[in-house]
């Protein structure tokens, strides 16, 4: 600063020496003179003009004998201003910054605020908050591929990305057009699909949908849906699992409703629940456990290692086996009981009782028995005692 007042001096001297030469000298006379002055150039650490300071050293100490100075600091490259009185530097513009087409912040600490002067997040935009992202479908760029937390609006693909990927899962090669995905650990979806919530779920197929839960998979080829649960599968045309564990519905319109392990494998055919049940083509499962439906539209209700084979048949209580077609067989053992008969009503343990609430024999009736000897008459019948070859009780038709 010394340097600089002298050259103002002498400066100022010369112009006074010129003035008196060119009004009080002869004009015979002439004077030159040469003023020199240093190149401020790596003279100085800094350099101020109008109190703003590019410094290329670590800040100095704000306090208020230099309040209001303003610097450049060169370790973040950031406009700063003293605050005297608080003894803080305050940042005046470091925010942005410009690279190509590209304009970006690298401070971590930021956050943007539009409609707000206190952002609660890295962008908070407060009244009205709409966002408007546009975009064509097959074109335009795609989206970061790779690991990692993150959401997306894929316009090249119409669909939503929001969770974790642990690969390629959010990869654009993976993305199905018209489809959205939530949750975390890779949930993925197809063609207008979408698995809405949870973990590692794949609604893969067209119009597939997970609404949640934890590794399901609904896909084929198509309109499936796992509800909830895990490890479900609803695989082939408008298969079904409610929820539970384990469960499957494979084939056109399978439906399980909860349970563990069931499977329904085939066309148009129902698990409600339990354990370990099985049902085939056009078949029912109600509950149970271990119980299969194989046979062509049967029939198990519930209880437990009930087999209904045959065609159209029904088996109900405890290891019940009907392997013949139409046939309707209720018995309790601990062993399998086969029932092979076609077109049978068969009560394999216990009695039957007609009207009577606590029956005396296998067969009891309270009241009388009526029944039709050809297609015309019809009135009771009267049990009465054969003797002979073929001795027994018989009814017969008593008019």
Same mark, same amino acid.
């Given at each position: !600063?010394?340097?600089?007042?002298? @050259?103002?001096?002498?400066?100022? @001297?010369?112009? %006074?020496?010129?003035?008196?030469?060119?009004?009080?000298? %002869?004009?015979? *006379?002439?004077? /030159?003179?040469?003023?020199?002055?240093?190149?401020?150039?790596?003279?100085?650490?800094?350099?101020?003009?109008?109190?703003?300071?590019?410094?290329?050293?670590?800040?100095?100490?704000?306090? /208020?004998?230099?309040?209001?100075?303003?610097?450049?600091?060169?370790?973040?490259?950031?406009?700063?201003?003293?605050?005297?009185? *608080?003894?803080?530097?305050?940042?005046?513009?470091?925010?942005?910054?410009?690279?190509?087409?590209?304009?970006?912040?690298?401070?971590?600490?930021?956050?943007?605020?539009?409609?707000?002067?206190?952002?609660?997040?890295?962008?908070?935009?407060?009244?009205?908050?709409?966002?408007? #992202?546009?975009?064509?479908?097959?074109?335009?760029?795609?989206?970061?591929?790779?690991?990692?937390?993150?959401? !997306?609006?894929?316009?090249?693909?119409?669909?939503?990305?929001?969770?974790?990927?642990?690969? +390629?899962?959010?990869?654009?090669?993976?993305?199905?057009?018209?489809?959205?995905?939530?949750?975390?650990?890779?949930?993925? $979806?197809?063609? %207008?699909?979408? #698995?809405?919530?949870?973990? +590692?779920? $794949?609604?893969?197929?067209?119009?597939?949908?997970?609404?949640?839960?934890?590794s399901n998979e609904s896909g084929g080829l198509g309109i499936s849906a796992v509800v909830g649960g895990q490890q479900n599968k609803a695989i082939g045309i408008g298969a079904f699992v409610g929820g539970g564990l384990g469960n499957e519905a494979t084939g056109i319109y399978p439906f399980v409703g909860g349970g563990?392990?069931?499977?329904?494998?085939?066309? !148009?055919?129902?698990?409600?629940?339990?354990?370990?049940?099985?049902?085939?083509?056009?078949? @029912?499962?109600? $509950?149970?456990?271990? *119980?299969? #439906? +194989?046979? &062509?539209?049967?029939?198990?209700?519930?209880?437990?290692?009930?087999?209904?084979?045959?065609?159209?048949?029904?088996?109900?209580?405890?290891?019940?086996?009907? /392997?013949?077609?139409?046939? &309707?067989?209720?018995?309790?053992?601990?062993?399998?009981?086969? &029932?092979?008969?076609?077109?049978?009503?068969?009560?394999?343990?216990?009695?039957?009782?007609?009207?009577?609430?606590?029956?005396?024999?296998?067969?009891?009736?309270?009241?009388?028995?009526?029944?039709?000897?050809?297609?015309? *008459?019809?009135?009771?019948?009267?049990?009465?005692?054969?003797?002979?070859?073929?001795?027994?009780? &018989? %009814?017969?038709?008593?008019?």
């Amino acid at each position: !600063m010394k340097k600089i007042n002298v @050259f103002i001096l002498s400066f100022l @001297f010369l112009s %006074a020496l010129s003035f008196l030469n060119s009004n009080c000298l %002869a004009a015979t *006379n002439t004077y /030159s003179s040469v003023a020199i002055a240093p190149s401020p150039s790596g003279k100085f650490s800094d350099i101020s003009v109008d109190g703003i300071t590019t410094r290329t050293k670590t800040l100095p100490i704000c306090n /208020s004998s230099i309040d209001g100075k303003t610097v450049r600091d060169s370790a973040d490259k950031c406009l700063k201003v003293c605050d005297g009185i *608080n003894s803080t530097w305050i940042v005046l513009s470091c925010i942005w910054n410009k690279s190509n087409n590209n304009v970006f912040t690298m401070n971590n600490n930021y956050s943007v605020g539009i409609g707000t002067q206190t952002p609660a997040a890295k962008l908070h935009l407060a009244n009205d908050g709409a966002i408007v #992202a546009e975009g064509t479908l097959d074109s335009g760029v795609t989206v970061p591929s790779g690991p990692g937390v993150r959401f !997306m609006w894929n316009p090249r693909k119409m669909a939503i990305r929001s969770g974790q990927a642990l690969n +390629n899962e959010f990869d654009d090669a993976n993305i199905g057009r018209y489809s959205v995905a939530f949750g975390a650990w890779s949930n993925r $979806a197809g063609e %207008a699909s979408g #698995a809405l919530s949870g973990a +590692n779920n $794949a609604a893969t197929g067209v119009g597939c949908v997970i609404a949640g839960g934890l590794s399901n998979e609904s896909g084929g080829l198509g309109i499936s849906a796992v509800v909830g649960g895990q490890q479900n599968k609803a695989i082939g045309i408008g298969a079904f699992v409610g929820g539970g564990l384990g469960n499957e519905a494979t084939g056109i319109y399978p439906f399980v409703g909860g349970g563990d392990q069931n499977k329904a494998i085939g066309n !148009m055919n129902a698990i409600a629940g339990g354990w370990q049940n099985r049902a085939g083509h056009g078949a @029912f499962v109600g $509950a149970g456990t271990y *119980n299969e #439906a +194989n046979g &062509y539209g049967s029939v198990v209700p519930g209880g437990d290692y009930n087999k209904a084979n045959g065609d159209y048949s029904v088996a109900m209580g405890n290891h019940t086996t009907v /392997s013949g077609a139409r046939t &309707y067989v209720w018995q309790h053992s601990g062993t399998e009981a086969i &029932y092979p008969a076609d077109d049978a009503f068969i009560i394999g343990t216990g009695v039957l009782s007609v009207g009577e609430p606590i029956p005396a024999y296998k067969l009891t009736v309270n009241g009388s028995i009526g029944g039709k000897l050809d297609s015309i *008459n019809a009135g009771p019948l009267k049990v009465t005692y054969r003797s002979g070859a073929q001795a027994g009780y &018989y %009814a017969v038709y008593a008019p």
